[in-house]
Nanobody
Framework: QVQLVESGGGLVQAGGSLRLSCAASGRTFSSYAMGWFRQAPGKEREFVAGISRSKDNTYYADSVKGRFTISRDNAKNTVYLQMNSLKPEDTAVYYC??????????????????WGQGTQVTVSS
């Protein structure tokens, strides 16, 4: 059974940076597209970024485009989210997720079949 474990969250001032990591168990990591979502208190879970299996294609929500970068290292079974120029409105629990085939870069949470437990990101003003 595949498991995803996020790390790297924390408290940062506005304008700062954080790098989230998501480590996957199992041997099939490179066979799946991956994504990052976030959920703020009282709000729906929303798509943040996605990356294809081969890293050739990346996808971003308009709210993070130009500030966040998704990447992956298939040799390490890990996907990353580099977050720069953080804003208080980026405060949320961040989740990584595996896209169920054939989805790539989809914004819909129900297209992802395995989820991590989440990591809290808090941006102070």
């Amino acid at each position: 059974q595949v498991q995803l474990v996020e790390s790297g969250g924390g408290l940062v001032q506005a304008g700062g940076s954080l790098r989230l990591s998501c480590a996957a168990s199992g041997r099939t990591f490179s066979s799946y597209a991956m994504g990052w979502f976030r959920q703020a208190p009282g709000k729906e879970r929303e798509f943040v970024a996605g990356i294809s299996r081969s890293k050739d294609n990346t996808y971003y929500a308009d709210s993070v485009k130009g500030r966040f970068t998704i990447s992956r290292d298939n040799a390490k079974n890990t996907v990353y989210l580099q977050m720069n120029s953080l804003k208080p409105e980026d405060t949320a629990v961040y989740y990584c997720a595996r896209a169920g085939p054939p989805y790539v870069g989809t914004i819909y949470a129900h297209h992802y079949d395995v989820w991590g437990q989440g990591t809290q990101v808090t941006v102070s003003s």
